[in-house]
């Protein structure tokens, strides 16, 4: 049976790693990965970091990114991996919720 990891990411950057370990050290599907931003925003999180700081063009952005809450992560799991998804959450900075 299938359970639910759920956290919660104060910037993209770190939502986007713990994807890329839930996936390539656990074997994860993407598809049972679940990535959204906390409420009807289109956010970044509430924190700049990774390309929302530095960006590789010379000129600055036209606008900063919208830093109006938290990102969401839900991980569907088999309850032997329940462990190994709540920690490389946690390790990436996400808050088990």
């Not at 050290?25 to 009807?40: P, Q």
């Amino acid at each position: 049976m299938d359970l639910e990891v759920k956290a919660a990411f104060r910037d993209r950057r770190a939502a986007e790693i713990a994807l890329e370990h839930l996936v390539q050290e656990i074997g994860l599907e993407r598809t049972d990965i679940f990535i959204a931003a906390n409420g009807a925003q289109n956010t970044s999180g509430s924190r700049q970091a990774g390309a929302d700081v530095h960006g590789s063009l010379a000129e600055s952005r036209a606008a900063a990114p919208v830093l109006e809450g938290e990102i969401n992560m839900s991980v569907g799991c088999d309850r032997e991996k329940v462990d190994r998804v709540a920690q490389a959450l946690r390790d990436a900075g996400g808050e088990i919720r």
